[in-house]
């Protein structure tokens, strides 16, 4: 039996979730569930704080996981990335308040607070700091106020929590994070349920980033057309009743698909029509 750990809560519980049912697997009934077996795909899900899950699958314990690629860092265990998933983006920053024009020169000597010591050590050490690092749980924002830190590092999406706090982000992020599949460093067993379980991800976590385009195209640009749209491979081309048009499918990613198919209608393409793919074997 595959074993594999999924978040329990915050925010890549969720989007784990969706993936992996997605790609066919059983979901918790209840979100107080700390296992779930599947006995059909071969897989016991263990539902863990995403911060320990790298812990379990660095010692080997369990064979893969999901978690945020800062976590698994900040945990400082053996474990590698097998697959990217495309969400829980963030990076991480230090922050101080505004009204200075900081830079990560002026940390020396400060005390910083953050939830992921480990990382911020790193960082600080390789900089050639010597800074206090406070260790707290989260509501970092909250903690130069109340007296405790003078900088914080913390994680970053929309910048929101900075801002509500009157405080400012300086320096690069020291890690662009999202979720990831992990397995323990040098793992990489050929175990069929485990590939199979690789695979099924990947094809839902792709499928997510692109998107089906049809549409009908004259023949006479066709040839431009398909260097608009080269799919992946190569476009699927269907003869239509009207032998002066033909019938163009391709997969198109989806960050462009508007520009795409704004410049197929210029083009003179008709009826461009964009559709969601579930899931897909696409490499
Ligand atoms: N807006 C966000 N807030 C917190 N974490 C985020 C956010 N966006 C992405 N993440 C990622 O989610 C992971 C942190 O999840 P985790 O569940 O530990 O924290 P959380 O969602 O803040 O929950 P909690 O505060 O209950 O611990 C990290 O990998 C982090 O980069
Ligand atoms: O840049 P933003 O979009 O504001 O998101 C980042 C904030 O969100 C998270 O906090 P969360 O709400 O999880 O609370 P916590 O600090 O207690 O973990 C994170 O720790 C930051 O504080
Ligand atoms: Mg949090």
Redesign the pocket.
């Known amino acids: 039996m595959l074993r594999v750990a999924v978040p329990n809560k915050?925010?890549l519980s969720e989007s784990s979730a969706e993936i992996l049912q997605e790609a066919g697997y059983r979901r918790r009934s209840d979100s107080k569930d700390l296992t779930v077996l599947d006995p059909a795909n071969g897989v016991e899900f263990f539902f863990l704080r995403p911060k320990d899950i790298a812990i379990y699958v660095g010692s080997g314990q369990l064979d893969l996981g999901i978690t945020g690629r800062d976590l698994a860092l900040d945990s400082g265990a053996p474990v590698d990335e097998l697959l990217s998933l495309g969400f829980g983006r963030?990076t991480f920053r230090y922050a101080a308040p505004q009204g200075k024009d900081w830079s990560t020169e002026d940390l020396g000597g400060l005390r910083i607070a953050t939830?992921y010591p480990n990382l911020v050590k790193a960082d600080l050490a390789a900089r050639g700091l010597e800074a206090t690092v406070i260790r707290l749980?989260?509501?970092?924002?909250i903690s130069i106020q109340l007296g405790v830190a003078d900088a914080i590092a913390?994680?970053?999406?929309?910048?929101?929590?900075?801002r509500q706090n009157n405080l400012v982000a300086f320096g690069e992020s020291l890690c662009d994070s999202e979720g990831v599949l992990i397995e323990r460093a040098g793992g990489g067993s050929t175990d069929k349920t485990r590939k199979q379980l690789i695979a099924r991800v990947q094809g839902v976590v792709f499928a997510q980033q692109y998107l089906m385009l049809d549409y009908d195209c004259p023949k006479s640009i066709l040839d431009e057309a398909v260097k608009i749209t080269p799919g992946i491979e190569s476009p699927t081309l269907s003869p239509m009743a009207d032998e002066n048009w033909i019938a163009v499918r391709a997969m198109v990613s989806r960050k462009v698909h508007n520009t795409v198919m704004d410049d197929l209608a210029d083009l003179g393409a008709k009826a461009i029509l964009a559709s969601d793919i579930r899931s897909c074997r696409a490499f």
């Open positions: 915050g925010a963030s939830s749980d989260g509501a970092v924002e913390d994680v970053v999406e929309s910048g929101r929590s900075l």
